[in-house]
């Protein structure tokens, strides 16, 4: 590859080697988010695949049920101080050991036993909470360096590196529950030979994507590392975490988009706990499940999409300007109220029907059900988790770390409580506890979008 150095006459002694390496970074930042978004895409379609598939393949005892609620109950307890974790290995560091979770999680799969399942998703919840955080620094950090050494606004190129990553692991659901419906369908349900095909598949997926995370450049940023003598800053740093992470609770529009958070976990654990198990599987068999799921993470990614975009120009308008005027605050609640509000009927349409007149049926109606309602639940999840970081960035734009680690947390410890309460309930009866969720949910939101409205309302 040709190389044209900046400044033709150099004298011998001038530092070609730094013009060199200055103007082969921003091509190694831009491959650097290549290498990022190929390599989530490998772990996530092979553990999302997985995950749908604990409550059918890892029946016996609620194994695979049980697990995942000590998963995210692990991941909830993390996710409070993953980040001074990243702080101390790196933001690249981080993200090879937080492969590693996953791996052990799918190797687990392969020998399902509680005294290999549950170390392996403790030690997961910890790897998660480590492996966004870093996603998160590591991305910012090729952004800004990108945005700085090509005189480009930093803004525009973070949402562009976001849009890229979100856009490739978006397709993760559907990639990986494909593979799950070829592999499974070509073998008689329930064989457990093609379900340690399928499992040693990922692994191979896994096992791409962890090597992949080995060539990502290592990033030499002295914000992302602790020095030496560090005892007294990362005591600090401890002590500011905790705070930026309680200082949300003590504000009241917080306190009004909690159950709101808590419910965005709840419809997703419905599906991978109930949906999968009590819906697709009596009709469709196990490899009916990635089916069910490829279309469910098809819509959930469209509308993921979408919305991203829209939530990625936020972004930047936030990054840009000191503070927003009460127009497009008022005008950008008015706009998330209305999504949040369609997303949550879409779901409430399906909990009533369950709650009600559901039951499996065969022939071509028993595919059709369970498609459809896939389809709706996920347009309703692509459309509600968007919503909320775009809330949450409108609302808590001086201490955003805080925020989301309220949204970590809650929507982490929902997904926990279902995957236990699945244990104990039916169908019907979980149906009609979302359906009551939605209503108690929503309820104090809309409140908060008329406080904040009328606050900002101006004088008759």
Not at 50 to 61: D, K, P, S, W, Y
Not at 345 to 351: E, G, L, R, S
Not at 417 to 446: D, E, H
Request: proline share 3%.
């Amino acid at each position: 590859m040709a190389i044209e150095l900046m400044g033709t006459h150099q004298e011998e002694e001038a530092p070609l080697v730094a013009d060199v390496s200055e103007i082969e970074t921003p091509k190694n930042r831009t491959r650097d988010v290549h290498i990022l978004s190929c390599a989530f895409l490998l772990v996530f379609l092979a553990y999302g695949a997985a995950q749908n598939l604990q409550t059918t393949v890892n029946a016996r005892g609620n194994l695979g049920t049980v697990t995942l609620g000590i998963l995210y109950v692990s991941f909830a307890v993390f996710s409070l101080f993953a980040s001074l974790v990243v702080r101390v290995m790196g933001s690249r560091n981080s993200l090879v050991l937080g492969t590693t979770g996953y791996l052990l999680f799918i190797a687990a799969n392969l020998k399902p036993t509680w005294y290999t399942m549950v170390p392996v998703s403790l030690f997961l919840g910890f790897a998660a909470s480590i492996i966004w955080v870093g996603e998160g620094t590591y991305l910012t950090s090729l952004a800004r360096g990108h945005a700085r050494d090509s005189n480009l606004h930093e803004g525009t190129v973070i949402g562009n590196f976001n849009g890229e990553f979100w856009a490739m692991f978006a397709l993760h659901q559907f990639v990986g529950n494909l593979i799950t419906l070829a592999v499974l369908e070509s073998g008689a349900d329930g064989s457990s030979s093609n379900k340690s095909l399928l499992f040693i598949v990922f692994l191979c997926s896994m096992t791409l994507g962890a090597i992949l995370m080995c060539f990502l450049r290592k990033i030499d940023d002295k914000e992302e590392k602790v020095s030496e003598d560090s005892s007294v800053s990362f005591c600090s740093a401890v002590i500011s975490r905790l705070k930026s992470v309680i200082t949300p609770l003590l504000d009241f529009k917080m306190l009004l988009i909690i159950p709101l958070i808590a419910y965005s976990g709840l419809q997703q654990a419905f599906v991978w706990a109930e949906y999968t198990k009590d819906v697709v599987n009596p009709t469709l068999g196990e490899a009916g499940v990635g089916g069910a799921m490829a279309v469910y993470g098809a819509f959930d990614a469209i509308m993921r999409l979408d919305d991203q975009l829209s939530g990625l120009n936020l972004m930047v308008k936030l990054h840009i300007q000191c503070s927003l005027v009460a127009g497009r605050l008022t005008s950008g609640l008015k706009s998330i109220t209305f999504i949040v509000c369609a997303g949550a009927f879409f779901q409430a349409v399906i909990f009533v029907w369950l709650s009600l007149k559901y039951s499996a049926t065969g022939g071509v109606l028993g595919i059709v059900y369970p498609l459809l309602m896939a389809a709706l639940l996920g347009i309703g999840d692509g459309v509600l988790n968007t919503q909320l970081s775009a809330l949450l960035a409108l609302l808590f734009k001086h201490n955003m770390e805080g925020a989301f680690s309220q949204l970590k947390v809650w929507q982490s410890s929902a997904i926990a409580s279902v995957f236990f309460l699945n244990t104990a309930v039916t169908l019907r009866t979980m149906a009609m506890i979302m359906l009551a969720a939605i209503f108690v949910s929503l309820a104090p939101f809309l409140y908060l979008v008329l406080k904040v409205e009328k606050a900002f309302s101006p004088p008759p």
